[in-house]
């Protein structure tokens, strides 16, 4: 049942969700790729 509420759940509210989770994990990476370029700059 956990499976199929899941499921449901992604189904309802998944897309803006995920959106903003995707966003978030993306601005993550650029920041970080932008910090190991600047330390390895310096």
């Known amino acids: 049942m956990a ?3 899941i499921e449901e ?3 309802l509210e ?3 969700f ?3 989770v995707g966003g978030f994990a ?3 990476a650029v ?3 932008g910090t190991a ?3 390895a700059i310096t």
Request: hydrophobic fraction near 55%; aromatic fraction near 10%; avoid cysteine.
């Open 3 to 5: 499976l199929l509420d």
């Open 9 to 11: 759940l992604e189904g």
């Open 14 to 16: 998944a897309p803006g």
């Open 18 to 20: 995920w959106s903003f």
């Open 26 to 28: 993306v601005g993550v």
């Open 31 to 33: 920041v970080g790729a």
């Open 37 to 39: 370029i600047g330390i």
